[in-house]
């Protein structure tokens, strides 16, 4: 009887470490959100702000700054979007398996209760 007790306390004990793994895996795809978002924006910024609009008749130092802030800025934009995107697939892929692992914990969980409750009836406890 005290084998059955222990697996049923482990049926009930999991629930609270997946929901753990849950809020950690969730925290750090948010994180991976934002660094896309950040990337993304410092991009916008070396395209916009630092390459701007190229000189009429520039120097060739002036071609080249330009060149390198436009790629810099290109480089940066292409990197933060894909960083964002994969940073959206994942949370929207954890939010899919934890839907499945409710599903299957409600199919678990009630047989979980019923053995401990039998449990505690064998031993005297009502």
Known sequence: MMNHRIIDEKYLEKPKLMNKVFNIIKSILNGVIISGMIILVIGLYYLIIKAGIPYQDPTEELRIQYVIN?????????????????????????????????????????????????????????
Do not use: C
């Open 70 to 126: 436009m790629g810099i800025g290109e480089t940066l934009i292409g990197n933060g979007f894909l960083v964002f995107i994969l940073g959206l697939i994942g949370t929207v892929g954890i939010y899919r398996a934890r839907i499945r692992h409710l599903v299957l914990l409600a199919m678990v969980l009630p047989g979980a209760l019923i053995s401990k409750g039998r449990n505690l009836v064998d031993q005297g406890a009502w």
